[in-house]
Structures are given as C-alpha cells and as structure tokens.
C-alpha cells in the first residue's frame, strides 16, 4: 500500500512539475525575444549614430549583453565576419539563429523572423540597412504583444491541466 502512495504522489508531482515547466517555456519566449529585439535596437543605433561596421557592432553588443546565447550569438557573428575567407551573410546569420538562439525557447516562427535580419542589404546604404532592422523589430514586438496578450491564461491552462492529468492517471493506476 505504501508503494502505491509513494507512486501516486510521484506520479502527481512531476505532473505538476510538467505544468511548471511548460508555463515557464511560455513566459521565457516572451523575455527572450524581447532581449533580442533589444539588440537588434543596439544594432541599428550602432550603424546609424556609432558608425561602426557590422562586425565591430555585433562585438560591442556581445560585451554588453548579460545573456549568455545573445552574448555568444554575437561574438561568434563578429569572429566569422572578420574571416578573411568570403561569407554570404544570410547564411551565416541563419546558421547561428538555429545554433545560438532557436535552443532558448524560441517557435519555429520566431526563429524564421529572425533570419529574415540576415537579408540585410549590406550592398545598401545605412538607412536602408536601419530600416530593414527595425521593420523586423517592429514584426517581433507584435509577435511579443501577441504572445503577452494569452501567456497568462496558456500558463493556467498548462498547471491546471497536468494537475487533472496527474489526478487522472493516479486514479486509473489506483
């Protein structure tokens, strides 16, 4: 009898461990976007009033990120530029989106907004370069108010429902 309560009980806490977790996923997209729309703002600023160059630029926000993916996501991006060998630079940012920053959470959707950046027209002048940033940043604060605007209810509907789970199979094995 005592084998089954220890089973049940276990069977119930890492239900509710399933909905805790879920509800963080939930909320830590929305921050992590939102940091990445951060840098992106960094960046535009760097090209239009630092007028630096995009390796140079993509260095200053690695060293002033706290976020250890945006951090090496950005240093990695200054070091392949800085190669001497011949980058295409969409590739390369896409490369590093799926290596450096799809792995925090971020939905198929997200990632794909964001390898839209590495479409930057180098080729351009810098306002048009300017431009392109913030359309995309503009893109990803509605994807960020559409994500706030349910997180909480997705959260209560993840703890609840692997509670009633949890309760369900406890049941059914009782």
């Given at each position: 009898m005592i084998i089954r309560i220890v089973g049940a009980v276990i069977i119930l806490l890492?239900?509710?461990?399933?909905?805790i977790c879920l509800s963080y996923i939930a909320k830590t997209r929305i921050k992590r976007l939102c940091a990445m729309v951060s840098s992106l703002y960094i960046l535009s600023g760097d090209i239009r009033?630092?007028?630096t160059s995009l390796p140079a630029a993509c260095?200053?926000?690695?060293?002033?990120?706290h976020n250890d993916y945006l951090r090496n996501f950005y240093q990695r991006l200054s070091i392949d530029?800085?190669?001497?060998?011949?980058?295409?630079?969409?590739?390369?940012?896409k490369r590093l989106i799926y290596t450096y920053v799809k792995e925090i959470y971020l939905t198929e959707s997200d990632c794909e907004v964001l390898?839209?950046?590495?479409?930057?027209?180098l080729h351009l002048d810098k306002d048009m370069q300017i431009k392109h940033i913030e359309n995309i940043c503009c893109r990803l604060n509605d994807?960020?108010?559409e994500a706030k605007s349910g997180v909480?209810?997705?959260?209560?509907?993840?703890?609840?429902?692997?509670?009633?789970?949890?309760?369900?199979?406890?049941?059914?094995?009782?």
């Open positions: 890492t239900a509710v461990t399933a909905g009033y630092g007028m260095m200053n926000i690695a060293r002033g990120s530029l800085n190669k001497d060998e011949f980058i295409v630079f969409s590739e390369l940012w390898c839209e950046i590495g479409e930057l027209p994807i960020i108010a909480n209810n997705k959260c209560r509907i993840y703890q609840c429902t692997s509670i009633a789970a949890g309760i369900i199979i406890v049941i059914l094995l009782l």
